[in-house]
């Protein structure tokens, strides 16, 4: 059904009036960053902040990828250098490293975790007919993290799964 | 208008297992001619039932009104209170436990024990009062009990009259201000009376309209008054209403009609279920069932709990919030115009406010403490229920109930109490011949304790029983495998052995306990809400199981230790001392492994650095600060660079957004907003026994490679 059409029924009166909206969309709205000369996306709905970096709290034996954990408002949050995890890029800490703070349903709890980006882009619209399959040539990024690839102009941001991201494996036994 | 009456249930289940609870406790101290306790009872299971119309919890109003109805004639005297009518009411208050618990969680629940308490109910009920049969046959329908009940009292005493009223208002009346309650309760003055509230003319949801009346009323009247006397308690409403009053002969077929037509409204309301007019029904007094949707209690379960608080505690919290915002305008007031003249002022107000923080802490930590009262409540009916199993008899004695213990660890500390509890009366307390034999009263006792003892609460579960035969627990460790022949042991490893894993000295297993499967996961969970367990015991004179447990687990105080860049918290608690090292003291043995003596004692030496991976100032143990701490019996020096401050500290999860990481209890934030974690003290031995272990492992393989 044509989305104009339907968003005229909506009753909606005043300055909210949907009347010449271009904002409704079938799709999703992703947050995309950049990890070296990657692009790449998550679910907006997941993002809850975005920060500059701090330096965390070390965590014991934890994999080289956990930088530590942080203090966000009272609530104790790891953070994630995604550079590391998914070895892309440098790991470089500057004033203008990003962490976006991601939180997603495990079960019944929501995590909240942080990510550590080179940067910042875009919000991205994608329609559910414009995310395709991510070819398994594969680089070093497994197949369970990606939920897809979109082509924006002549770019390609890949969609990350954010609760396959927040998985951490379990801790290795000390050695 | 309509009220979302599902927002009340947590409400309601939670006031449920209080009344559960009370009916529990109160049927096991009952005895005869005790009308104060059987009120309170009989109270507890009519807001139980009433609570559950309300919700329309129907299966759980139809079973509580046979209890309420057999504790009625407990109430009014017209039965005795036997022990096998306890057992049943006992067993019945079970029943309601499982009903309301299987509305909590949304799950099903046992019909059958159901079906089969409630039978047992009614032949109770018909048992010793025939006339009240009918009841028992309609027994689901609660409106009808006192109509029924008068029904079928045949007997008319002299100079009394039935009057059948039948009251059939306009929907406007309420708007002139009369109230049909006020017409009822009057009408109630004049004798004994049975009223049926009609629902048929209820209209839908749509169409209802909250100011109008839509029920009219039949009204059984057994008194001695005439007609006009009845006729007058109507007079303000005669024009609004139409009234039929009749002298009513044929008292048994009306009586059924009755019957059959509050079937009808009943099933009715049950279909009209989404109507409003609940609150109106109730308000006539009547108890009809009448509700809400079944739909609307399906929401979410509930997981949020809560704590009632004692006033006081709110008040004091309440004051000292009212302290700090003096404290902190005196401190802004001050920062205004600042200079070095008033520093000494500044610093008076900082530790003011230092005071203020301390107290608010306290005070809002005393909110969350409950009395152990609410974990020792369930003992008296386990004890009940446990001597009649195992025909023992046994006496509970429960003191420092009073003594208040934080929420999350109450919640935790249940099962294994009850574990110990158990065990008292199953392997503790000894068959009664035996008891007799050895010269000790016929009846075993239990006791059980709580205090405070430094900063921790300690629960003592004591028995008079048999004690624990030590010879026993060797031999079965040395048949088990579990220690060398030659080895000595000393009383309390000894004991200790009773929380290995499938250890038991139970000869016969019982279903009470004596598997053996318990005792370990006891002492586990009781470690892991950092507590500890100290059993003491002579044989043939009973035992004592001490259960140590910290107030609470939100705070903590901590050593604030530094080993490289990061800050690590030491619970004050496992800390024995703190020293620099002297380099005389310095042993190594056994290939590289590190004591430190510290007076007669060997102490390992754990430098944090190896075992977190972490670069560290100081890595050589020669002069260097050893933080002694304790766990499970076992004494390690913590290797650290600095000793820091010692300060409270509010334990964080690191679990909510991370995972459990090893040596590391929890986080917490510091006073300048960042993150320290919280040492672990037995998980840190277990690591550190572990990197040893895989050392050792990695040397033998590399000692046969060269064979």
Redesign the interface.
């Known amino acids: 059904m044509d989305i104009q059409t339907l968003a005229n029924e909506i009753p909606v009166q005043g300055e909210y009036a949907l009347e010449g909206i271009d904002f409704i969309s079938t799709g999703e709205q992703y947050l995309t960053f950049s990890l070296g000369q990657e692009q790449y996306a998550v679910n907006i709905l997941s993002v809850e902040e975005i920060r500059s970096w701090e330096q ?7 994999p080289k990828f ?1 930088k ?4 966000m408002r ?5 953070i994630i250098d995604l550079r590391l995890k998914f070895g892309i890029g440098d790991a470089k800490y500057s004033k203008t490293t990003v962490v976006v703070v991601l939180t997603a349903q495990h079960m019944t ?1 929501s ?3 942080g990510f550590v980006v080179d940067a910042v882009s875009d919000v991205l619209n994608a329609e559910q007919d414009d995310i395709k399959a991510a070819p398994a040539f594969g680089g070093n990024l497994a197949q369970h993290y990606i939920e897809g690839i979109v082509n924006v102009d002549e770019n390609v941001v890949t969609l990350l799964n954010v609760n396959a991201l927040q998985v ?1 494996a379990k ?1 290795k ?3 | 208008m309509s009220i979302d009456l599902s927002q009340f249930i947590p409400t309601f289940l939670e006031e449920s297992f209080e009344g559960i609870e009370l009916m529990e406790a109160s049927l096991l101290t009952l005895e005869q001619g005790d009308a104060e306790t059987i009120n309170a009872i009989f109270r507890a299971a009519h807001s139980v039932k009433g609570g559950a119309g309300t919700f329309g919890f129907n299966h759980v109003t139809e079973f509580t009104h046979l209890v309420e109805t057999l504790l009625d004639e407990m109430r009014d005297g017209r039965r005795d209170i036997s022990q096998k009518d306890i057992e049943i009411l006992l067993n019945a208050v079970d029943c309601m436990r499982i009903l309301i618990e299987a509305i909590r969680d949304e799950s099903t629940y046992d019909e059958s024990k159901i079906a089969a308490t409630s039978k047992l109910l009614a032949a109770t009920l018909n048992d010793r009062s025939p006339s009240d049969e009918r009841i028992d046959e309609d027994i689901h329908e609660s409106s009808i009990e006192n109509l029924s009940e008068e029904a079928a009292t045949t007997d008319l005493e002299p100079g009394l009259q039935r009057w059948s009223i039948s009251f059939i208002p306009e929907h406007h009346l309420v708007q002139t201000g009369n109230d049909p309650l006020l017409l009822l309760n009057a009408l109630r003055e004049l004798g004994e009376m049975s009223v049926l509230a009609n629902c048929n003319s209820i209209p839908s949801l749509t169409e209802f309209d909250g100011t109008e009346l839509y029920i009219s009323w039949n009204i059984i009247l057994l008194t001695a008054v005439g007609k006009e006397d009845i006729a007058e308690v109507f007079e303000w409403v005669e024009d609004d209403c139409q009234l039929i009053i009749s002298k009513d002969e044929q008292i048994d077929k009306q009586s059924l009609e009755i019957t059959e037509m509050t079937n009808n409204v009943l099933s009715e309301s049950v279909k009209e279920a989404e109507s409003p007019a609940s609150k109106i029904v109730e308000n006539t007094g009547a108890e009809n069932p009448k509700v809400a949707s079944h739909a609307q209690a399906h929401k979410p379960k509930v997981e949020s709990s809560s704590i009632r608080v004692g006033v006081d505690k709110v008040d004091s919290l309440i004051n000292l919030v009212g302290e700090l915002v003096i404290t902190q305008s005196m401190l802004s007031e001050l920062g205004n115009d600042f200079d070095t003249s008033k520093v000494e002022r500044l610093n008076a107000g900082l530790e003011q406010l230092l005071q203020n923080t301390k107290e608010l802490q306290e005070s809002v930590m005393r909110i969350r403490m409950l009395p152990i009262s609410f974990a020792f409540n369930r003992f008296p009916r386990l004890i009940h229920d446990l001597s009649k199993k195992m025909d023992k008899e046994i006496e509970l004695l429960i003191s420092g109930e009073q003594t208040e213990l934080d929420k999350s660890v109450m919640e935790q500390i249940g099962d294994p109490l009850v574990h110990l509890v158990r065990n008292a009366v199953d392997h503790g307390i000894e068959a009664t011949d035996v008891r007799v034999a050895n010269g000790k009263p016929e009846k075993g006792t239990v006791s059980l304790d709580a205090y405070h003892q430094g900063g921790s609460i300690v629960i003592e579960i004591k028995d008079d029983g048999g004690g624990i035969d030590r010879e026993a627990v060797l031999a079965k460790a040395k048949e088990r495998g579990l220690i060398d022949e030659s080895s000595s042991l000393n009383d309390a490893q000894v004991y200790d052995l009773l929380f290995e894993p499938g250890f038991s000295t139970a000869k016969e297993v019982s279903d009470i306990s004596g598997r053996g499967v318990g005792m370990d996961v006891v002492k586990r969970n009781i470690q892991s809400l950092g507590g500890r367990i100290q059993i003491e015991s002579e044989l043939g004179l009973g035992s004592t199981f001490k259960v140590f447990l910290p107030l609470t687990l939100a705070i903590l105080d901590g050593q604030l230790i530094k080993v490289g860049r990061e800050v690590y918290i030491i619970p004050l608690i496992t800390i024995v001392e703190s020293l620099q090292t002297q380099e005389s003291l310095i042993n190594r043995t056994s290939g590289g492994m590190v004591l430190y003596r510290l007076r007669e004692d060997n102490v390992p030496v754990i430098p944090i650095y190896k075992l977190f991976n972490i670069p560290a100032e100081n890595k050589e143990i020669k002069n260097s600060l050893l933080v002694v701490v304790e766990a499970d019996g076992q004494k390690v020096g913590l290797m650290v660079d600095d000793l820091l401050a010692q300060q409270q500290v509010v334990v964080k999860s690191l679990n909510d957004n991370y995972q459990q990481v090893e040596g590391i209890s929890g986080a917490t934030i510091l006073g300048d907003g960042s993150v320290a974690m919280i040492l672990d003290v037995p998980s840190m031995i277990t690591m550190a026994l572990k990197v040893a272990k895989t050392q050792q492992e990695t040397h033998i393989m590399t000692e046969e490679a060269m064979h």
């Not at chain 1, 530590?68 to 203090?71: A, H, K």
């Open positions: 965390p709290t070390h965590i014991p034996n934890a956990v530590g954990v942080i203090n009272g609530i104790i949050v790891p709890k995590r909240t975790m951490i801790q036994a000390n050695s």
